[in-house]
Each structure stands twice: as structure tokens, then as C-alpha cells.
């Protein structure tokens, strides 16, 4: 038997070229309804964990998607924005915590999520290296973010211009690094984060510059009338939030009505987050409670339709396969009776020859085997990664 | 190739085993005894009397006026730390607009008494890009000058305190009266020695005593005079007008004066008085000790004893 075995193999690898093609046929067959299927459970699998640990979102009414995947993600188009005075109305409430979201802006392609410090302690995010961001100005950046620019505590990022041609747009605020998060397999990983203040230092509604009242800055006054100081253009505003200069950066206006993306809405209990979904259902108060499991079912649902399409598709190719490779072996046969006949004159019983055709199709399975639980292990490994890709377009 | 075969399962087994492994400290700090920080001497003070030994009471070291302060990148790990962070209000620590901190950790002590808080007036304005004509106006933040303000104050560490200890909820209360007995004490000795000076015109050194000048009806004006500054010319001119229409005889100041300043005044025929508001932690003695040492500097000031 093991001379059958061993002619098996030596034949397969004789032909090489027919064999891998052979191999990579079954191989594919098997793998491609397998990876689509794990592409997809694993994919929905980190979608729904990330969106199952975020209770409820409260967002300014619009495109529900587009709020749960920024907030959860930091990625897709900017949702429209709410006042910081909903934060305060849920905690006002007493039914809830509030956590403030701001995802406007990028540093170097990452995000730069605007929050407070309730944000880490509610995505149970540690500390690799360094400290909480604590002062305005400074950042804690995401493992992925830290290895891929190459920085940590004491270095430097600027948030980046949102576009170029904006003179009287968005300066670039340069920040202070003073924490790396320990990697947690999410897309905080991938992002920078700042006190919300610090983001709308960003966004210029706050900022600081020379104390107009100073005599030093008398070359920065256009006049002085009846208490009233106006700057001309000379008015030197600092774009680096410093322990010399951060006494003199103020923000105009209520704050409570400067921009957020999104509230995260941290409940005790479930009579309370009904209740507080009760109190936003009214199109009155132009706000939406969402809950991202919920949203994001919905577009699983049609994840797995599509899946269930693909998959039957693939199927069919399969069966196709199926057929080509019994021809490609019923042919083969066809073509080596002569050699056979040869082993059969040799001395060789019916069954060794039947042995010999059964391990090199055993041969051939097994390798695809191997060669689909490498791909499936490749595939699982990544997948992930590839979803939140996909959701990052 | 059986042994290949056999590496590749394992290796895949491996795989499938495989589990994310973080690392790094907790957020979450655990210290044996609750940590309260205050942001001023006078909240430290009462912190300290009402919680006795149970709480870790704190004041981070500030060189100057507590008012005045920034916390720097090395404040910032005690200040996260904190179970409790006693603030005065009012607008008192600026410090908050630029600092990170956990909001629920926070106790404002004149929350409940925004009632009572007076509003600063002079308050310049300034114009500069689009956003047209604005200003930085503030609240007088020297609440614990008037000591029934500071009774409140005390009261609301009082019932922060048992919400974070609540087992010692009692001894609290307990404590707290007799503080709010001394400041019951303190409150009449200062309107003893105010009566005397109701329908005096006085001179603040510094926009400081509003709460003091309210409580005990104080015919007074401010000045933005430095004790450890010389003033300029400007200065005199403008306080010598002033005390034409003011004539003050008695000028208070948050700290002694330089002498030629002392003697200068003196010659316009204005005494210096120094009181302090303790906002710091005063080199010797207590809270209490530095009021005793205020009202003996007003009695000596007035030409009479305590």
C-alpha cells in the first residue's frame, strides 16, 4: 500500500504544473464561500461588539448611519452638528451621563476626537506610556497612530488645515503628546484625542493672544475708545498653547452652544435610557436618539443578504469546479491506461491501481485543505481590519 | 511532507488560539484614604477641620496667589487623581477652562449660592477679527470674606465629604458646627469693628473686599494698586483725585506696602492697613489666626485696641 502511496505522490509531483492547478482549483472552491462567510460574521462580529458597548447615541436628526459610524468609527461624513447645550440637557435629566464627541478634524490622516476624559474610562482604554491629556493643547494618541508617525509623550502633532486655499479657514494648532494608549484592537487605536476644548481651539472659537490692555501691545491697536480696544491685523494670536500663553487663550461667546458631532449616552439602567429616548421622539426637539446596535443591524441585515447571494453564486461555481475536476481526472485516466497495463503486467493487483488513482486525488484534497485553512486563517486575521476599511470609505 | 503538514495545523491551531493581550496601568487610582484637593487656603482650612484625619486633605503647592494659578504638566496626575476636588467658584480657578478633569469630581462650593455672588462691572472691551465688540467679564470670587458666605462654603464640603465617606456623614456634621460656630464668632467681631467705620470713606489697595465691603456696608473704592510695586505717577494723580471726592483716611491692603509707599500715603494724610484675604497658606497660625491678626491691624488702623 505504501508503494501506491509513494507512485501517488511522485506522479503529482511530476506533473507539477497540472497538479497546482488542480490544487489551486479545489482550493479556491472550498476557500471562497468559507472566506466570504468568516469576512463577514467577523466583520459583523467587531461592528456590533463596538456598537453593543455604546449604549445610545444622541446626534442633530439626520442620516442615522452616518452618526453611529462616526461616532464609532471616526470615519464616514461628518454628521450634522448639535450644541454642547444637549450634553448638558441629558446630564441635566439626572437619567443619563453624557460623553461629548467632536470628529471634525485630522492630524496627519487621523482622526482628532474632541471628548473628555469620561470617554476612556467608558471604552475601558489604558495607558501604554505617559499621562491623561490635562491641560488645553495637549493629546493622547491611539497605539497605531504612535507607531506609525513614530511619536509619544513630549512630541508634537498639528492638526491639519481643512483645506488648503481657506486662508481665513482653520489654523493648525500644534499640540503636545502626553500619552499613547495600549493598543485595544479598535479604532481608538487609530485616532488622537483632545479635550473637546481643544478642538474648538481648532476650529478658532477659542484662542489666545496678546492682553490687548498691555502696553506691550500697543502695536497691535487700531484704537482705544470709551473702554473699547480694537486689534488691527498685527494682533499676534498664538497657534501653540504653551505654560507661558495658555492664561491668555479664552473662548468667545456661550460655549454652550459651540459644535459637537455627537453625545454618547451612558444610562444606569434600561428604564432609564427608555425614558430618555421617550423624551427625544418628538421631531420638536430636533435631536435623535439612536441605539447603534439597532442601526447597525439594519445594515448587517443587508450585509447577509448580499452574503447569502455571493454565496450562492459561489456555490454554482463550485458545482462548475466540482465537474471540471472529475473531467480533468476521468480524461486523465483515460490517457494513462498504458500505464496501468504497464503496473497491472508489473504484477499489480486491480486494487493497488485503484489506490494509487485514490491517493493522488486524497493528495490533491488534503493540500487544498491545508491551503484553504491558511487562506481562512489570513482572511479571519485581516478581516477586521479590512471591514473597518471599507467603512473608513 | 506528514511533518509539514503536521507544522501547518499547529501553526493554524496557534492561530485560532490567539488572543489580544493589552497592557498598561488602569485609569482608575486606588489610594487607602479618599484624596480631596482644594484650590485655596480658606477651602483647605475648612476641608481640613471638617474632615478631621478620615479624608486626605490637599492643597497643591502654589507659589502666589491661588487665584492667579496655572496648574503646570506636573500638577496635572495629582489633580485626575483626586477623589474630590473642592473649588471655590465664582470663577475663582480660570484654571478649569484649561484643564481635563472629571467633572463629577468637582464640588463647587458656591453652586448653591450663585444668589449671593456679585458681578465685577468694570470690565474692558475689545475688538479684534469678525467677531466684533466683546469682553472677559468675571464674578468677585472672594466669597469667604463675608463669613456667612464661607459658613455656606463649609456647609457644601460638609455634604461633599459625607457623599464620599457617607459612613462618616455624622462626624462631618459635627465638625461642621463648630466651624460654622468660630465663623458665626468671626462674622461679629468683624461687625464690631466695621460699625465703626460704616460711614468712613475707605480705599482698597485691590478690587478684592467686595464681599467684605457688602456685608458689613462699607463706603469704599478700589484701586489696582500692587503692595509690592511702587506706583507710578499716574497712580497718585489718580488717587489723589480720588480722595477729593473720597476722602479716605484709611487705605486696606491684601499685604504690607512697601514703606516709601506706607510713608508716602501717609504724608496725604491715608494710613495703611493690611488685610489678608488668606487665599495661601499663610507662614504661621491658621485661618482663624490670620482673621485675629486682620482685625488687630484694623483696630490698631483705627486708633483703637480689640
Not at chain 1, 254 to 269: E, R
Not at chain 1, 357 to 362: D, P, V
Request: charged fraction near 20%; charge should be negative.
Amino acid at each position: 500500500m505504501t508503494g501506491a502511496f509513494f507512485l501517488g505522490w511522485r506522479y503529482l509531483r511530476y506533473h507539477r504544473l497540472k497538479s497546482l492547478v488542480l490544487l489551486a482549483s479545489v482550493s479556491l472552491m472550498m476557500f471562497l464561500p468559507t472566506a466570504t462567510r468568516l469576512l463577514v460574521a467577523d466583520s459583523a462580529t467587531a461592528l456590533t461588539a463596538r456598537a453593543q458597548a455604546t449604549p445610545l447615541l444622541l446626534g442633530e436628526r439626520g442620516g442615522e448611519l452616518e452618526l453611529v459610524l462616526n461616532s464609532l468609527y471616526f470615519h464616514a461624513e461628518q454628521p450634522p452638528q448639535l450644541p454642547y447645550s444637549a450634553l448638558d440637557d441629558v446630564e441635566d435629566s439626572g437619567l443619563a451621563d453624557g460623553i461629548p464627541l467632536y470628529t471634525r478634524f485630522r492630524s496627519r490622516g487621523a482622526p482628532i476626537v474632541g471628548t473628555s476624559l469620561d470617554y476612556f474610562e467608558f471604552r475601558n482604554l489604558q495607558l501604554a506610556d505617559g499621562r491623561m491629556m490635562g491641560l488645553l493643547g495637549e493629546a493622547v494618541v491611539g497605539a497605531n497612530v504612535a507607531s506609525e508617525q513614530g511619536i509619544g509623550p513630549g512630541n508634537n502633532l498639528v492638526s491639519s488645515p481643512e483645506t488648503v486655499f481657506d486662508l481665513a479657514g482653520v489654523y493648525p494648532l500644534k499640540m503636545r503628546v502626553v500619552g499613547v494608549l495600549a493598543r485595544s484592537g479598535s479604532p481608538d487605536d487609530d485616532a488622537v484625542f483632545v479635550d473637546v476644548r481643544t478642538a474648538w481651539v481648532i476650529q478658532g472659537l477659542g484662542h489666545g493672544h496678546e492682553d490687548l490692555a498691555q502696553g506691550k501691545s500697543s502695536g497691535s491697536v487700531l484704537s482705544r475708545a470709551q473702554g473699547t480696544i480694537t486689534a488691527n491685523a498685527a494682533l499676534k494670536q498664538f497657534n501653540e498653547i504653551t505654560a507661558e500663553n495658555i492664561r491668555d487663550f479664552h473662548f468667545h461667546g456661550d460655549t454652550s452652544g459651540f459644535p459637537l458631532s455627537a453625545v454618547i449616552i451612558v444610562p444606569p439602567d434600561d428604564k432609564s435610557a427608555t425614558l430618555l429616548r421617550g423624551r427625544y421622539q418628538n421631531h420638536e426637539s430636533g435631536y435623535q436618539v439612536l441605539v447603534p446596535g439597532e442601526v447597525l443591524d439594519g445594515l448587517l441585515e443587508t450585509v447577509f443578504t448580499i452574503q447569502n447571494y455571493i454565496i450562492l453564486g459561489l456555490m454554482m461555481l463550485s458545482l462548475a469546479t466540482i465537474a471540471v475536476v472529475t473531467l480533468v481526472f476521468l480524461l486523465s485516466q483515460q490517457l494513462r491506461r498504458g500505464e496501468f497495463m504497464t503496473l497491472k503486467r508489473m504484477g499489480a493487483s486491480r486494487g493497488f491501481v485503484a489506490t494509487l488513482i485514490a491517493s493522488e486525488i486524497g493528495f490533491v484534497l488534503l493540500g487544498s485543505l491545508v491551503m484553504t485553512a491558511i487562506l481562512s486563517w489570513v482572511t479571519r486575521h485581516y478581516a477586521t481590519e479590512f471591514l473597518l476599511s471599507l467603512v473608513a470609505l | 511532507m506528514m511533518k509539514k503538514l503536521l507544522f501547518w495545523s499547529v501553526l493554524i491551531l496557534l492561530g485560532a488560539c490567539e488572543e489580544q493581550v493589552t497592557d498598561g496601568s488602569r485609569l482608575d487610582d486606588h489610594v487607602s484614604k479618599p484624596l480631596v484637593l482644594t484650590s485655596n487656603y480658606p477651602l483647605y482650612y475648612f476641608a481640613s477641620e471638617i474632615a478631621g484625619d478620615v479624608v486626605n486633605v490637599q492643597m497643591p503647592d502654589i507659589d502666589g496667589d491661588p487665584a492667579m494659578w496655572v496648574p503646570g504638566a506636573a500638577d496635572i496626575p495629582q489633580l485626575q487623581a483626586a477623589d474630590l476636588i473642592v473649588i471655590n467658584g465664582a470663577g475663582y480657578e480660570s484654571w478649569l477652562a484649561f484643564t481635563s478633569l472629571d467633572t463629577d469630581r468637582l464640588l463647587d462650593t458656591t453652586e448653591d449660592i450663585q444668589d449671593l455672588l456679585l458681578p465685577i462691572e468694570s470690565a474692558t472691551l475689545h475688538q479684534h477679527g469678525p467677531e466684533g465688540e466683546h469682553s472677559h467679564e468675571s464674578i468677585a470670587f472672594t466669597t469667604w470674606l463675608d463669613p456667612q458666605i464661607a459658613i455656606e462654603q463649609a456647609g457644601a464640603i460638609a455634604r461633599g465629604l459625607s457623599a464620599l465617606v457617607p459612613a462618616q456623614a455624622e462626624a462631618f456634621e459635627t465638625r461642621l458646627a463648630l466651624l460654622e460656630k468660630r465663623l458665626d464668632e468671626l462674622d461679629g467681631s468683624f461687625e464690631q469693628v466695621f460699625t465703626n467705620l460704616k460711614n468712613q470713606p475707605l480705599v482698597f489697595s485691590h478690587p478684592i473686599y467686595q464681599y467684605l465691603q457688602k456685608r458689613y456696608g462699607l463706603n469704599a473704592r478700589s484701586l489696582h494698586w500692587e503692595p509690592e510695586t511702587e506706583p507710578g505717577t499716574r497712580d497718585w494723580i489718580d488717587l489723589g483725585n480720588l480722595l477729593r471726592e473720597h476722602p479716605a483716611k484709611l487705605m486696606i491692603w491684601e499685604a504690607t506696602p512697601l514703606d516709601t509707599v506706607r510713608e508716602k500715603l501717609v504724608h496725604m494724610g491715608v494710613r495703611s492697613v493690611t488685610f489678608s484675604p488668606a487665599g495661601n497658606q499663610p507662614d504661621q497660625g491658621d485661618y482663624f489666626m490670620v482673621m485675629k491678626d486682620n482685625l488687630l491691624q484694623l483696630s490698631v488702623g483705627m486708633g483703637q485696641k480689640q
